[in-house]
Structures are given as C-alpha cells and as structure tokens.
Nanobody
Framework: QVQLVESGGGLVQAGGSLRLSCVAS????????MGWFRQAPGKEREFVAG????????YYADSVKGRFTISRDNAVNTVYLQMNSLKSEDTAIYYC?????????????????WGQGTQVTVSS
C-alpha cells in the first residue's frame, strides 16, 4: 500500500510559479513510477507529467513542456512538480499517482494509487 498526500497548491497570478509536493508513505516508494495529473471543472482528468522510479526518465504533456518540471527525491519519499509561467488554463485540481509497472506513463488507468489532490488556481 502507498498513501499519497499532495500540497503546495494555491492562488497565483498568470505568469507566476508554484511548486507542488507529493509525499508517499511506505518503504517501497522508490519502486514506483510517479505521475502528476490534473482535472479542471467539467473536464476529464488528464496527464501532466511522469517520472520513472529512478528519476532517469521523464515525460510531459505537450501543454506543459518547457514550463513544468517533475522531479523526485527517493530519500524523502517525495515527488515534485515545479510549475512556471502559469496560465489560466492550468487551473485545476492536481493529483499525484503511483504506478508500480509504469509501462504507459500517460495512461490514467495504469496508476495504482492516488492522492486526494491539491487545488491550483491561476488568475488572469
């Protein structure tokens, strides 16, 4: 079992930055690929970024490439999402998720565990 708790969301002006954190419980965190997803009101949950268990591979949605950076620190069981140059369309609830196999990083259904989400609101 892995429990995930996100933090770092909030209200920010367009062009600003936020850093999300996701802390995982359990001793096997370093075995999981991790992902960040988001869900805006009235829309489906979508992939934002993913990182392999070692941190050696990362993937991003086209909409956030060059603006967002995913990273992880296995020593403290934490995955991060640094979000720069935020836009109003980035407004959503952001979720982190863990996937033991991480065969298809962008596929929502592949992930085994989910956090409760943290709200990000970007004002224009």
């Amino acid at each position: 079992q892995v429990q995930l708790v996100e933090s770092g969301g909030g209200l920010v002006q367009a062009g600003g930055s936020l850093r999300l954190s996701c802390v995982a419980s359990g001793r096997t965190f370093s075995s999981y690929g991790m992902g960040w997803f988001r869900q805006a009101p009235g829309k489906e949950r979508e992939f934002v970024a993913g990182i392999s268990w070692s941190g050696g591979s990362t993937y991003y949605a086209d909409s956030v490439k060059g603006r967002f950076t995913i990273s992880r620190d296995n020593a403290v069981n934490t995955v991060y999402l640094q979000m720069n140059s935020l836009k109003s369309e980035d407004t959503a609830i952001y979720y982190c998720a863990a996937d033991l196999t991480w065969a298809v990083p962008a596929k929502l259904a592949e992930y085994d565990y989910w956090g409760q989400g943290t709200q990000v609101t970007v004002s224009s």
